[in-house]
């Protein structure tokens, strides 16, 4: 999606929303593709003191299978994300800047980047998902493993115990 900021930079105080819809949905992460939902991309740039100031935030259902238990789950994901339009980098600027050509803005490459950068490298169903047994391979979160017992001898042991009580 471009956009012309030619007036919007010559118009002190000037605002322009946006709003659109992008497809990421062939964005790959850890061997599958969780945007499969379009993700809704809304923001306003506007003129302060004759600095482009862009705010955006972008939002979407992600389908994601889990790292450590293979669990399919689905994750409400919400980028907020900010930057500076400007004609030229200024190299005493710690803000992100964001490369103005002919005055236009890409605003769906700004927002497909900002998304990007936000992703987890890691994903997991919950922050502390069980995981899978080694042993057995059961889902630990929803069910107990069967087969930790026999790997201490004693404690199978004392098992036996009980049992006979
Ligand atoms: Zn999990
Ligand atoms: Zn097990």
């Known amino acids: ?17 946006f709003s659109f819809e992008m497809d990421l949905s062939d964005l790959e992460f850890g061997g599958s593709y969780p945007v499969s939902q379009p993700v809704t991309v809304e923001g306003r740039i506007r003129n302060k003191a004759g600095v482009l100031l862009c705010t ?12 450590r238990c293979a669990e399919p789950f689905t994750e ?10 400007a004609e030229e980098r200024q190299s005493d600027d710690d803000e992100e800047i964001v490369l103005l050509e002919d005055d236009q803005v890409d605003l769906g ?3 497909r980047t900002a998304f990007i950068l936000e992703m987890d490298t890691k994903t997991l169903c919950s922050p502390d998902c069980k995981g899978l047994c080694p042993g057995c391979g059961v889902n630990l979160n929803h069910e107990v493993c069967r087969c930790r017992k026999a790997v201490d001898p004693r404690l199978a042991k004392l098992a036996q115990l009980l049992e006979d009580r």
Do not use: G, R
């Open 1 to 17: 999606m471009l956009l012309n900021v030619n007036k919007l930079l010559h118009t002190p105080d000037a605002a322009q929303d």
């Open 109 to 111: 490459e700004v927002a």
């Open 76 to 85: 409400d994901k919400t980028v907020a994300y900010q930057c500076v339009l």
């Open 56 to 67: 955006l935030e972008a939002s979407t259902t992600l389908h994601c299978i889990c790292d």
